[in-house]
């Protein structure tokens, strides 16, 4: 699987509202780089954010098919979380 920071900014900023997340996120993407999600939306970039949430990338791109739970991906461990944990299920739930 080969997936770009672009195309899955791209990707995100269609299941994320403009504005409906208020915090900042960051997915780390192991080999790939990062991503960073606000107010605004998506973007490819590494930057200080609330929450560091980091996954390879066959695990990211089940997320962001639909395919995993980001919460099920935490808790078996496919997931790390490193920041605030409310930012990271407010997330949760806005692109849910």
Do not use: H
């Not at 998506?42 to 695990?59: L, N």
Request: aromatic residues 4%; without cysteine; charged residues 25%.
């Amino acid at each position: 699987m080969s997936v770009t920071l672009e195309q899955a900014a791209e990707a995100l900023n269609g299941k994320l509202d403009a504005g409906e997340f208020d915090s900042t996120a960051k997915f780390q993407i192991e080999g790939l780089g990062a991503i960073m999600l606000d107010g605004a939306g998506a973007r490819a970039g590494d930057e200080e954010a609330d929450v560091t949430m980091t996954a390879d990338a066959d695990t990211f791109q089940a997320i962001l098919d639909g395919e995993l739970n980001p919460t099920a991906a935490f808790m078996s461990g496919k997931l790390t979380i490193d920041g605030d944990m409310g930012a990271a299920m407010k997330l949760a739930a806005a692109l849910a």
